[in-house]
């Protein structure tokens, strides 16, 4: 049987009075995840850090399509990185990343201006 | 047609406007077409049209509701004869399973919250759920207390959420789920919160019915009791004057 990994790129928003570096907040993306569906549960995730601009508050993650909702729930229950708060949201969710900006672009949902 | 989102439970400070709006905005950036707030008992009019404008003004929808912790009976009786008719949603604080199982027994009560997190004091149990689905209360899981836990206090929070979910879908209760969020970092999307619902076994679409077709339902026929022009439930005034024949 083939096993096909279908991926969902999932565009976030992070939103914060500080500014983190990539490694900062893929390491508290994984905590949460960890935190919430054990070791097990995460290494069934296949989480990457597609994208990553601090200054804009923007991430892309590439997630199986069956860790979708755990992904979403584990970015969501982030509260403080490096003790500042932080409140993540999902902009969009696609399974491919031509796709993830063109529904971004046409939403108008990237208040931060500019191409990602 | 698009859903409409509703947070039933977003804790805004009269004291300070300007965070207040701030919420309000975000609120409104995060897809809620309707919000809810706590206020006091004892609330004047001045203070909720202070809200209410702010809510038109951002386009949001406004509506108001009480909290209500009672120690006795008694006292529940009380509140609820004092309060129905000045707010459109009654949310009862569960802090005794007296109080409990009057609540959820009583029609004039919209929401059941159990706030504890001592397993002795968390009374969603089989009884209290056939009375609730026999009247018109639901039951309110606010995520703003699980986000803020970590550890064990979190797992124990998962467990008992997740036997009240159980038996409240099993005893067709409605479950509303709200942000409970005093803070903007506390304020999450209707999506994200359905989704958080569902790590306590619940469906994702019911929990997304949660956020918005629960909700809104609950307020509509609130507004309906509340409006001048009812008289009883299903008699409603359509038109006054002379020329009514």
């Known amino acids: 049987m083939i096993n096909r990994r279908r991926p969902r790129y999932i565009a976030l928003k992070i939103e914060s009075e500080g500014i983190f570096d990539r490694k900062t907040f893929l390491n508290k993306v994984w905590d949460s995840l960890t935190r919430l569906y054990g070791e097990y549960g995460a290494s069934k995730a296949g989480l990457v850090l597609v994208n990553y601009t601090p200054k804009k508050g923007f991430a892309i993650l590439r997630c199986n399509h069956k860790a979708l909702l755990m992904v979403r729930a584990a970015t969501a229950t982030i509260t403080s990185i490096d003790e500042e708060h932080v409140a993540v949201h999902v902009l969009a969710v696609s399974g491919t990343l031509k796709a993830l900006r063109r529904k971004i672009s046409e939403h108008g949902r990237l208040k931060c201006g500019g191409t990602i | ?135 018109l209360a639901s039951l309110e899981i606010p995520i703003a207390p699980f986000i803020l836990s970590s550890g064990s206090p979190r797992v124990r929070l998962l467990s008992y959420l997740r036997r009240e979910t159980m038996v409240a879908v099993k005893f067709n209760v409605p479950v509303v789920i709200s942000s409970g969020a005093s803070e903007v970092w506390l304020m999450r999307k209707p999506r994200e919160l359905a989704i958080l619902a569902t790590l306590f ?35 409603q005034l359509i038109k006054r004057g002379k020329n009514c024949s």
Not at chain 2, 54 to 65: E, H, K, N
Not at chain 2, 89 to 107: F, G, L, M, N, P
């Open chain 2, 1 to 135: 047609m698009s859903r409409k989102f509703v947070d039933l439970n977003l804790r805004l400070s009269l004291r300070d406007l300007n965070k207040t709006r701030k919420m309000l905005e975000k609120a409104y950036e995060l897809g809620y077409s309707l919000v809810a707030s706590s206020l006091s008992p004892n609330v004047n009019k001045e203070d909720v049209d202070i809200i209410q404008k702010l809510c038109s003004d951002i386009g949001i929808d406004f509506v108001t509701r009480v909290d209500l912790t009672p120690k006795t009976r008694k006292d529940l009786l009380g509140y609820l004869r004092r309060l129905r008719r000045k707010f459109e949603i009654i949310c009862v604080r569960c802090v005794s399973k007296v109080i409990a199982r009057q609540a959820a027994k009583d029609r004039r009560v919209d929401l059941l919250v159990f706030p504890s997190l001592d397993p002795r004091k968390r009374f969603f149990d089989f009884q209290e759920a056939e009375l609730a689905s026999s009247a």
């Open chain 2, 201 to 235: 076994d619940l469906d994702f679409p019911i929990a997304l019915d949660g956020v918005s077709k629960i909700p809104i339902s609950i307020v509509e026929r609130n507004r309906k009791k509340l409006s001048p022009n009812f008289i009883a439930p299903g008699i």
